[in-house]
């Protein structure tokens, strides 16, 4: 039976070649190399939400849409919530005020253009942004964004801001933050909000803390995950550092099928529908 609060669902498009795990051995100027897979995955997600009458937000890379406009205008078509993932997949922390206000820009400007409607959501590649950079949000709210989702409430060797909030909120930059959901047990927080902590754990595990986070929070649950991780014939970087590999291609082949299983034991909408967010 599906619980009664409404939560979100959310994908990054992007390829796997753009992913910050395998960012030591592919650069932005070699993604040209790689054969693009994320037209046709992202089109086997829109045929499984349409079977399951859901709509999800998606944060859009730049990047994917110059290259695939009729794979975005369809997901728009079919009533998703289209949001801005940045054009270049470059995490905030590596990039100066400047740059980062000119890679949103850019992804922001295309997408609206391409659509003709206007654009109320951000997230940053790899929940980039935290302590050292909280003029990101300033820039955010500059460019018109009402909300970001672009933290992580953990502690990680790549990413996190473990004190930060772990609800939805408004910052004093004049845009609502939603961190990534996390399960908090003995005073610690471990992540919750998918990717690959989907693909690792066995699903009855991801449906226990789910509801568990749904009955303790009393608050909205949020999921992400990426075109990719659905992908199992997808090509095999064998000179990935050990790590990236293991995160990356972890249970690829059972990822879909969990996915169904998610999307038919909660309710799910866009970011801006359960966290009633209104353009500004
Ligand atoms: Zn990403």
Redesign the pocket.
């Known amino acids: 039976m599906r619980d009664t609060v409404l939560n979100a669902m959310t994908v990054?498009v992007?390829d796997f070649f753009?992913?910050?795990a395998f960012e030591s051995i592919i650069k932005p100027e070699q993604w040209k190399d790689y054969q693009p897979r994320v037209d046709v995955n992202t089109r086997r997600l829109l045929d499984l939400f349409a079977q399951y009458n859901i709509k999800s937000t998606f944060f859009v890379?730049g990047w994917v849409a110059e290259r695939y406009p009729e794979l975005i205008k369809e997901i728009h078509k079919q009533g998703h919530e289209i949001a801005s993932?940045g054009y270049a997949?470059r995490r905030a922390t590596e990039q100066t005020r400047q740059e980062f206000y000119d890679d949103v820009l850019r992804s922001k400007t295309h997408l609206e253009d391409l659509l003709g409607d206007k654009l109320i959501g951000y997230r940053a590649?790899?929940f980039s942004i935290g302590y050292n950079n909280e003029w990101a949000f300033e820039v955010l709210a500059e460019l018109g964004f009402a909300y970001s989702s672009s933290t992580y409430p953990v502690k990680h060797d790549l990413y996190g801001t473990p004190d930060w909030p772990r609800f939805a909120y408004q910052r004093k930059e004049g845009i609502v933050e939603i961190p990534i959901p996390t399960h908090r047990f003995l005073g610690r927080q471990t992540p919750i909000g998918g990717g690959g902590y989907f693909r690792l754990y066995p699903y009855a595990f991801t449906k226990y803390l789910v509801n568990s986070y749904l009955e303790k929070e009393k608050q909205p649950y949020s999921f992400y995950f990426?075109p990719w991780e659905i992908d199992a014939e997808q090509p095999r970087l064998t000179h990935a550092p050990l790590k990236s590999r293991f995160r990356h291609y972890i249970n690829l082949d059972k990822t879909y099928s969990k996915l169904e299983k998610l999307l038919q034991d909660f309710s799910w909408g866009t970011m801006k529908d359960v966290y009633n967010i209104a353009a500004k």
């Open positions: 990054d992007e753009h992913v910050s890379l993932h997949h590649p790899s990426h």
